[in-house]
Each structure stands twice: as C-alpha cells, then as structure tokens.
C-alpha cells in the first residue's frame, strides 16, 4: 500500500499545522537525543519565522549569509564557532556544561579559536614571552582541589597573544611558533609559575562575514586583556578558563561575553628585588596570583567482576 504525501494547506501561517507535520515527520529517527534537538530545532525556527515574518528577500540575504560563513571556514579558521561566539551561544553551551559556579572551583569560559597548536612543554618559572613586545610580568599560583588540598603533578595549558593583541598563529612571519605558549607541570605542593607580558585586548577577526554582523549591528570586536589556561589533573574535571586582567578595557562589553566576575585578576605592582632576579624582570614588576580549583570526578561506575571461564 501506497501512502499519500500530506499535503499542507498553508493559508494560516499562525497556526501550528505545518509545525506538527514537520515535527512528525521526525518521529522515525533512532537515536532520542537527535530527535528531541531536530523537534526542538523545527519548533523553534518556525516561531522565529512566525514571529518576524521575513520577506523572501530577507531569507535569501539570510541564506546568503550562513552561506558565506561556511565558505569563510578554513583548517585555521572556524567562522562558524566565530558566529556562536559573538551571539552568546558558545558561552551559554559553555556555562551549561561547566560546574554550577558556587564559588569554590574555578569557573569556566570559552575556549577560543587560538588553541589550535600544542603548547611546548615548559620548565616552571619559564619565559612564554618569546618577543618581548609588552610589559613583564609574572603569573603563579596553586592547583587544587574542591577541599583545596594541593594537586601536586596537575597540567596547565596556558596561552595568550602578544603584548600587541595578536597570536603567534596570526604573525607566523614576525612571532616564534609557541610565542605566548607554554604547558607547565605543577609541583610537588601543586605550584605554577611562569614569566610572561601582560596580555592586552584584541580585536576577534572581523574580515568575514561574523566582521560585517558585528558592523551592522554597531557592535565592537574587542575583547578584553586575558590570558586562556586548561588546567587538569588525576581524578578531576579539567576546567578551560582565562583570567582577565583587572582594570581591561572592554571587561563590561566583551564581544564574546566569556567575562565572568570571578575570572578577573589583579597584575599588581609588585616590589620584590629577589622575586624579580627569580624571574629575571626589572623590579617593580607585575605580578598575577590566583589559584585554580578543579572540581574532583565523579567516581566512576564500578566494573562488573570478569566471570571466570
Ligand atoms: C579568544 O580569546 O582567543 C577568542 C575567543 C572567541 C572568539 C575569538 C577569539
Ligand atoms: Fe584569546
């Protein structure tokens, strides 16, 4: 037996009719999770399109748009999550998914399109400022758990741009590959340190078509001063963070909206000659010090005992 295509009588776009046909039409997919997005997906656009009526013209320019992003992507740039980026939507997949933010493990932000080559491995209290294009500074603290035991042995994937705003990756011409990189093994107390240069805002690529969004809409591309860090270690979440630097321009007007309050760290003037010799900058100098606290894992479920044969 044959069935006979629905047809759909489309006089009342108000109506949900068309809706409910789509959303049944997704009543054979096997997998749960992709039926309840694609549903979810359907149901949501078409009140989008119920609610702002666009004429043929504007769902062509639409098209058009979404079109030139896909072609913008490259194996070194991600238009897409650019666009995720800049409408919040990264943020909000990143907060859902991060820990609750209860104050006592370190809240998690975007990861950025810049962590896109390994980091060299680094002896603590090393350079990452390969250049020497901003001012000195020195960043150190602790790695620890919830009950802030130390986590003797944790890594930190730490990267950054320039004292000038770019990545190593955007000036492979003026900047050493690993410029502003660096992956640090805590000690045996859970300490990092590392010299770097105080990071400063930076525009997000605005050459594509995320560039004339933010163009139309009267919206600027910077983001404030940051430095990125994965932190992980045995038995725990690995947290992806930054920590801004306090006083920044646009901390209250981040063009990714990744600024959590929590994240914003003072570079203190610091007076310590020794310190200073330590590291290797003049004294005063600037000096970050904060902790990162992981959130310890879920233990997992344990194994069913092997049967013997
Ligand atoms: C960054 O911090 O590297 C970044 C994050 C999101 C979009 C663009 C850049
Ligand atoms: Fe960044």
Redo the contacts with the bound molecule.
């Keep these: 037996m044959t069935t006979e295509p629905t047809t759909q009588t489309n006089s009342d776009t108000d109506s949900t009719t068309l809706t409910d046909a789509v959303v049944d039409s997704l009543r054979g997919t096997a997998d749960p999770r992709l039926h309840q997005l694609l549903a979810a997906l359907s149901r949501h656009l078409h009140d989008f399109v119920r609610e702002t009526r666009p004429s043929m013209a504007e769902w062509e320019r639409a098209i058009a748009f979404l079109t030139a992003t896909g072609r913008a992507c490259t194996d070194t740039r991600q238009e897409f999550?650019?666009l995720s980026?800049?409408l919040g939507v990264?943020m909000l997949v990143e907060t859902i998914n991060g820990h609750s933010g209860d104050g006592a493990t370190t809240e998690s932000t975007?990861?950025?399109?810049?962590?896109m080559t390994e980091s060299p491995v680094r002896e603590l209290g090393a350079n990452i400022d390969l250049v020497g294009t901003g001012e000195p500074c020195v960043v150190s603290g602790r790695v620890l758990s919830r009950d802030g035991s130390p986590l003797p042995g944790a890594v930190l994937d730490v990267w950054q741009?320039d004292g000038e705003g770019y990545?190593d990756v955007q000036q492979p011409d003026l900047q050493p590959p690993g410029n502003g990189r660096g992956l640090f093994t805590a000690d045996a107390e859970g300490r990092f340190r590392f010299r770097t240069c105080v990071p400063s805002p930076?525009p997000?690529?605005t050459d594509g078509p995320v560039g004339d969004l933010l163009r139309a809409t009267g919206r600027h591309p910077y983001?404030p001063a940051?430095i990125?860090f994965i932190a992980s270690a045995k038995d725990h979440e690995p947290v992806t963070t930054?920590i801004f630097v306090a006083g920044s321009d646009y901390l209250d007007s981040d063009?990714?909206f990744?600024v959590k309050e929590s994240l914003v760290q003072d570079f203190a003037e610091t007076d310590d000659p020794s310190l200073a010799r330590e590291f290797g900058v003049p004294n005063p100098f600037r000096h970050a010090r904060f902790d990162l606290v992981l959130e310890p894992s879920e233990p997992s479920e344990p194994s069913a005992p092997l049967e013997r044969s």
């Design positions: 999550i650019l980026d800049v990264s975007v990861l950025g399109p810049f962590h741009a990545y930076y997000i690529p983001r940051h990125h930054h063009a990714v990744a």
